[in-house]
């Protein structure tokens, strides 16, 4: 078997799995019926969707650390990566706050890049994975995106959730939301905290470029989207704390500081790979 191949079993399991308990949400908390009221999120349905974040995270360790040794990387494994970090953090909160109302917009998303590493196998040998600036730079960055991911889709749907309870339109599916205060308090807090890996990838990337890339630290295409994020990020969190900012300038804050970062990495890597063919 080449060294670009690993199970693709997991994967396969893990998006399928992943519409199946999309829908079941959408049909039970979001689905018109006699039952006015959503129902908050049952014992079998979080240790269900936590046992189908157990086998997309078995996947993605033989996908990225199948062969001794070496770590493969690509950017289907990055979003898929990305994607199962943010809906970790989605079940973790889960046991504080009714979330169950938000999994509909997720999972479907989790879905698709979780099948990604199945249409694109393509990948990267990294071969300087055990350096330990590249660990750091590398569970940082990933986190950040993860978390950044999650604040992106969360804006978005509390814009849609405000302009909704604007126009008097109350559902079933708006009632199994949490309250927008803690949609709003959440989404702070996850961009304040994806705000500090964020700092802590572009810190690493810097200090220890050379262990890492093999080169001394360059002002690129990639570096200048991942600081145009920084301070589009930090300027929104100032703003958060000196103004109060929420609702629509939130939303444009962290949906363009979000494409900057989408557009560091992955998107790059994406031509790469998938249109240019390049490893």
């Not at 959408?26 to 018109?32: A, D, I």
């Not at 393509?122 to 995106?145: E, N, P, S």
Request: charged fraction near 10%.
């Amino acid at each position: 078997m080449p060294s670009t191949a690993f199970p693709l079993v997991p994967h396969i399991l893990a998006a399928v799995s992943y519409i199946l308990l999309a829908f079941h949400f959408w049909r039970t908390r979001w689905h018109e019926s006699d039952q006015p009221v959503a129902a908050p999120m049952l014992a079998w349905e979080r240790g269900l969707l936590g046992g189908v974040l157990g086998v997309h995270g078995i996947g993605l360790y033989i996908g990225l650390f199948g062969n001794i040794g070496e770590m493969r990387f690509s950017f289907a494994l990055a979003l898929s990566l990305m994607l199962w970090l943010a809906v970790l953090i989605y079940w973790l909160e889960s046991f504080h706050s009714r979330m169950e109302g938000l999994q509909p917009m997720v999972l479907p998303l989790a879905a698709c890049c979780a099948a990604l590493p199945i249409l694109f196998s393509q990948v990267r040998i990294i071969t300087h994975a055990g350096a330990w600036g590249f660990k750091l730079h590398f569970f940082a960055a990933m986190l950040a995106y993860s978390l950044f991911t999650l604040s992106a889709l969360h804006a978005i749907f509390m814009a849609y959730t405000e302009r909704k309870l604007h126009q008097r339109v109350f559902t079933k599916g708006l009632a199994s939301l949490p309250p927008l205060l803690t949609m709003e308090n959440l989404l702070f807090r996850m961009i304040f905290v994806a705000f500090l890996f964020l700092t802590g990838t572009l810190a690493s990337g810097v200090l220890y470029s050379e262990e890492i890339y093999n080169k001394a630290f360059s002002f690129d295409h990639k570096t200048l989207f991942a600081f145009a994020s920084w301070g589009i990020f930090a300027v929104l969190l100032v703003g958060r704390h000196a103004r109060g900012w929420r609702g629509r300038t939130a939303l444009r804050w962290t949906m363009t500081g979000f494409m900057m970062l989408l557009l560091a990495y992955v998107g790059s890597r994406f031509v790469a790979e998938a249109i240019l063919g390049r490893t």
